[in-house]
């Protein structure tokens, strides 16, 4: 099933997240408000068409020089399926997903170079799983932060995501 | 659990070991860890606030499995960064080896990328000690904080 993404996204973050898609910036600000009172309701808003849309994203604090790691949602519209292939934040050197996995005891991590998304289905990074590991930070993140990433799909296409920096 | 001692940033020691009343909460991992460490200290700040004033009679530690890197400064901000009263500690490779083999800690390099440098797989479980310095629980990566907080007030 398909998460109400669309509105969703800016009432669990407060309005940060920034959608980076043709179809939310086509809508009326009337549209936008009326998808948030939906929302509210837990109820599914209208599916957009393409894309890739991105929400629940957050960012662990950090010191500067040293590793964070990021959780988000990332939903493809698409009828066909599509990998997340790379991403990226200007206060990290380099970024990477990863995947966590715990067998007896151990945990370990795993570089993802491609994650695929079946057509109409999502990606969820939470702790304990996926997620992006931002690497040799350029500064310190600290809870309240907003941060920028850059998520990098096979079909060619960016979604530049604002990612707040929050403790859970 | 066999005591342990550690050097402190300002070379002061911190024993790793019984303090009546006071149980210890421990976790082995390292900085760069971006998922699994973090997740723990931040459920250890949650079991903190349920618990209110009695935590503080709790020490919460963290140890470095990486002390290459760890150094017992970047250690010591790593913990202190979800709450102030958390303890982080590297030891050098004696007293890193002595205190891995006490609790069944395993550790081991694995190639990363250019970028992240090597990653270290690790014992993922949470200790739960005794003021006396008996094991009282072990708490698998992904077990709920509120497990800990519900056995920590019972020993509280």
């Not at chain 1, 960012?59 to 493809?76: E, F, K, Q, W």
């Not at chain 2, 349920?50 to 709790?58: H, K, N, P, W, Y």
């Not at chain 2, 904080?145 to 020993?155: C, H, I, P, S, T």
């Amino acid at each position: 099933m398909v998460p109400p993404f669309l509105s969703a996204s800016r009432a669990r973050s407060g309005g940060v997240a920034d959608l980076s898609m043709s179809a939310v910036r086509s809508r009326t600000p009337l549209l936008a408000a009326v998808f948030l009172l939906v929302a509210g309701a837990c109820s599914t808003a209208e599916p957009p068409r393409t894309g890739r849309f991105v929400s629940s994203a957050w960012a662990r604090p950090a010191d500067s020089g040293a590793t964070s790691g990021a959780y988000l949602t990332i939903v493809n519209a698409d009828s066909s399926s599509v990998e997340l292939v790379g991403a990226s934040s200007p206060v990290a050197l380099a970024a990477e997903v990863h995947e966590t996995m715990t067998h007896e005891g151990m945990s370990h991590m795993m570089a993802r170079t491609a994650v695929a998304i079946a057509p109409r289905d999502s990606v969820v990074m939470k702790p304990g799983g996926l997620h992006v590991m931002l690497m040799q930070l350029t500064r310190q993140l600290v809870v309240g932060d907003t941060i920028a990433m850059t998520l990098r799909f096979s079909a060619g296409d960016t979604v530049v995501v604002n990612v707040p920096v929050r403790e859970l | 659990m066999p005591p342990v001692s550690f050097v402190l940033p300002d070379s002061t020691a911190y024993a790793l070991g019984p303090a009546p009343g006071r149980p210890l909460v421990v976790f082995f991992g390292y900085t760069h860890c971006p998922d699994v460490c973090p997740t723990t200290l931040a459920d250890w700040k949650r079991v903190k606030a349920q618990l209110g004033r009695d935590a503080e009679r709790v020490r919460f530690v963290f140890v470095t499995v990486d002390p290459e890197r760890d150094t017992p400064e970047v250690a010591r901000r790593y913990a202190r960064q979800y709450d102030s009263t958390f303890v982080g500690l590297s030891g050098d490779a004696p007293t890193t080896a002595r205190i891995m083999e006490a609790y069944g800690i395993a550790a081991a390099r694995e190639d990363g990328t250019a970028a992240s440098g090597y990653l270290v797989s690790h014992s993922s479980q949470v200790f739960l000690v005794n003021g006396d310095g008996n094991l009282v629980a072990l708490y698998p990566f992904g077990t709920r904080w509120e497990a800990l907080a519900a056995d920590l007030a019972r020993l509280l």
